[in-house]
């Protein structure tokens, strides 16, 4: 049959298409994906005649996954709708966490602001303008509480942004739970927990490259014995991408990194199967929609035969690539920005196709400022008319077998394998990201992608074509400056009346854990429920294992 | 002859978004200019000082935080205190348009918002920028 196939497409070539060709050439001499893969005018079976259906794409739920980690996918559950949110004060932000589930949420995802994640409390000079900003300020329990008033944890699942800070803000969070009634083993949700992609893209390190590894894998152990349904790590692609890289560079350096952290569990002395099955993903999802989906779906392949191969792990559930994709920021425009919300519809839908575990659609308003509730509300809709109208979450993997996806699959595969044995030559993530290899190689597409924006070989629509006279937008969200002293004086009453001396004695005890070779979690939890802030917390483990410089 | 601009590119605050920030670094030193990047999570003394040691003619300063209005003015701020009013200052980032005019009164001469191409920037460091030879000075 594919000799038939073969002579066919050769005839038409020839005959019908050149036809065409001779009197009107194509818009671009070739065309070629964000990550430089060279597109076929037109993709047929002989483009998977050599492919193995039930090796490469097998079944879902089933190893190697490459059709969608459950057996039933979206017909069983739609995806998690975890809109990521947080701003200024725990008060204001527990009042839009209320709002988002009334909406019909389905998880909770913090956003905490810069000093929180990097380990200042709002009182911190450094904290100076940033207090609220980005996210929520959390300086002890207390604002924990406030956080997740009247949200029952054990009914909800929270993701929670936090990498540095993330075993403190577990432990509160874990308080928390525990002043409502809840064990720590029923909770569910995510902590970020990936370091790794902080020194390569955002930025929010505190500690050492080895120092940090540390904790994380204390964190494993830790949710391992006591919080066994949390994620607790979320391998994350989206930053690096965000800030610049390709499609393939983000399966391939985010591999990279899982690699590293099982490789370093291992080394603490942990079982693959006790700990893998808790590792979680997360993408970004850009505009070019069949390669955005096709790279989904070769990541799940990729990651499923590196942990059963190279890792030996036994259980299918350790091999899962289970994964949150978050759309583009970097795609939105300040330029006409109701157009964001169509943007972000396509990547939304490219996630869904690609079969994501939960999704973030971001708001049309987010080149200007945190998203208003009303862009909220749209961005939310946008994954519901997706679930509820467009039938895509009827059928499994529904773009499965097409010849462009399939092969798109195949190839992204391919060239992330290729970076990741260069990585591994290197000595493997930690030492990529040390020499600034990884830093290297995303600044130079992020260059490249800015200058075919100018050059215009690529068009944003309002950006560089199509745009129109237009004053800057309306309604912004905007941080109350206030805010800053607000929590300074809250953080001032928590030290007044709390007990001095506890926080002293706990202090003392998470020192002396974090010296010698003691899981630093159980520590941290005794200072946090001490009412020890953030900074105060952070600042010993600053002073026992030193802080990062950026070369 | 004159010799190249001297450009500082700095982070202040505590953001980690430096896509902006280096692309523009990178972009200036195509166009022939000279530039130093601080890298992220500066003070504004830092940025400052930086600015002086460097003997730089101009600091772009980028933040996507939020943090501007308390941030960019102190740059400002300490580079007059230290009588280097002549370094001029400019800025870029996530920044409301209301926040535009008291940023520049403050001394901020020009802000770049999303959609800025580096063209414009290399262009308004151009007109802005008036270098000398030191032997004609």
Known sequence: ?551 | MSRKIRVLIAKPGLDGHDRGAKVIARALRDAGMEVIYTGIRQTPEQIANAAIQESVDIVGISSLSGAHNSLFPKVVHILKEKKADDILVFGGGIIPVDDIPSLKQAGIREIFLPGASTEDIIKYIKENVKVQSPNFK
């Open chain 1, 1 to 551: 049959m594919s000799k038939n196939i073969h002579d066919e497409l050769a005839h038409w070539e020839k005959t019908t298409l050149q036809k065409t060709l001779s009197k009107s050439p194509e818009r671009e001499p070739s065309f070629k994906t964000t990550s430089h893969i060279e597109l076929k005018r037109l993709y047929t079976p002989l483009d998977l005649a050599e492919s193995d259906y039930c090796g490469e794409l097998g079944f879902p739920g089933e190893f190697p996954f490459a059709r969608g980690v459950q057996p039933t996918m979206y017909r069983g559950r739609f995806w998690t709708m975890r809109q990521y949110a947080g701003f200024a004060t725990a008060e204001e932000t527990n009042k839009r966490y209320k709002f988002l589930l009334e909406q019909g949420q389905t998880g909770l995802s913090v956003a905490f602001d810069l000093p929180t994640q990097i380990g200042y409390d709002s009182n911190h000079p450094l904290a100076d303008g940033e207090v609220g900003k980005v996210g929520v300020a959390i300086d002890s329990l207390k604002d924990m509480e406030i956080l997740f008033d009247g949200i029952p944890l054990d009914k909800v699942s929270t993701s929670m942004t936090i990498n540095s800070t993330a075993a403190i803000l577990l432990a509160m969070y874990i308080a928390v739970a525990e002043k409502q009634g809840v064990k720590s083993e029923i909770l569910q949700g995510t902590i970020q927990n990936d370091i790794l992609k902080e020194y390569a893209a955002r930025g929010t390190y505190i500690f050492p490259p080895l120092e940090s590894m540390r904790i994380v894998t204390d964190l494993f152990a830790f949710c391992k014995e006591h919080v066994q349904r949390w994620n607790t790590i979320s391998i994350s692609g989206y930053h690096m991408r965000e800030a610049g890289c390709t499609a393939v560079q983000e399966v391939a350096f985010t591999i990279a990194d899982g690699i590293a952290y099982v490789e370093a569990a291992i080394r603490a002395g942990l079982d693959v199967d006790s700990f893998a099955s808790r590792l979680a993903f997360f993408f970004c999802c850009h505009n070019t929609f069949i390669e955005e989906v096709a790279k989904f779906r070769a990541a799940r392949r990729l990651w499923s035969k590196i942990m059963k191969e190279r890792f030996k792990a036994k259980k299918d559930d350790s091999c899962m690539l289970r994964f949150h994709t978050q759309t583009a920021g970097c795609s939105l425009t300040a330029q006409q920005p109701d157009n964001n919300v169509v943007r972000v519809a396509f990547q939304a839908l490219a996630a869904v196709l690609g079969g994501t575990q939960s999704l973030h659609t971001n708001s049309r308003d987010e080149a200007y400022a945190l998203p208003t509730e009303d862009s909220v509300r749209i961005a939310l809709r946008t994954q519901q008319i997706i679930a509820y109208e467009t039938g895509v979450a009827d059928m499994i993997d529904p773009l499965g077998g097409s010849y462009a996806v399939e092969t798109l699959t195949n190839e992204i595969e391919k060239k992330a394998i290729d970076y990741i044995e260069k990585i591994e030559a290197m000595g493997g993530a930690i030492k990529a990201i040390e020499s600034g290899y990884i830093q290297g190689e995303i600044g130079e597409s992020a260059y490249q992608y800015q200058k075919e924006i100018e050059r215009k070989k690529r068009i944003v629509v309002g950006l560089n074509q199509f745009q129109i006279e237009e004053g800057p937008l309306k309604e912004t969200l905007r941080i109350q400056p206030e805010v800053e002293q607000y929590q300074k004086e809250k953080l001032a009453k928590v030290k007044k009346e709390r007990d001095n001396q506890r926080v002293k004695e706990t202090l003392a005890a998470l020192k002396k854990a974090a010296q010698g070779s003691e899981n630093i979690v159980p520590p941290i939890l005794g200072a946090v429920k001490a009412y020890a802030t953030l900074g105060e917390i952070s600042d010993i483990l600053r002073e026992v294992f030193g802080e990062y410089r950026e070369r």
